[in-house]
Nanobody, 129 residues
Framework: HVQLVESGGGSVQAGGSLRLSCAVSGYTYSSYCMGWFRQAPGKEREGVAAIAAGGRSTYYADSVKGRFTISQDNAKNTLSLQMNSLKPEDTGMYYC???????????????????????RGQGTQVTVS
């Protein structure tokens, strides 16, 4: 049974930082697509960052480029999202997702819609004021 469990959300002032984690259990994902999505109230869910090829290739949405860093720890089966210089518009529920397709380019994972990811977490709330 595959499970993705997010943690690390919270409330922070603008300019602050948070680190989100996604614990993956039930399968080894090292070469698969992994991604972070977010959904703000009243808005559609959007892809924020993605990673492929065992962490060698990443993708970022323009809105977070230079501020967020996605990474994965294959030994711990954990996906992380370091978020710096947070802005109020970063507020939302953040979700991690995984899809067991072997992809070498992060942008391919980044273009995958939420519904195409086979495994999806329940989310963690991030509030920036």
């Amino acid at each position: 049974h595959v499970q993705l469990v997010e943690s690390g959300g919270g409330s922070v002032q603008a300019g602050g930082s948070l680190r989100l984690s996604c614990a993956v259990s039930g399968y080894t994902y090292s070469s698969y697509c992994m991604g972070w999505f977010r959904q703000a109230p009243g808005k559609e869910r959007e892809g924020v960052a993605a990673i492929a090829a065992g962490g060698r290739s990443t993708y970022y949405a323009d809105s977070v480029k230079g501020r967020f860093t996605i990474s994965q720890d294959n030994a711990k089966n954990t996906l992380s999202l370091q978020m710096n210089s947070l802005k109020p518009e970063d507020t939302g529920m953040y979700y991690c997702a995984a899809d067991p397709v072997v992809v070498t380019l992060g942008w391919i994972c980044g273009r995958k819609p939420w519904d195409s990811y086979k495994y999806r977490g329940q989310g963690t709330q991030v509030t920036v004021s």
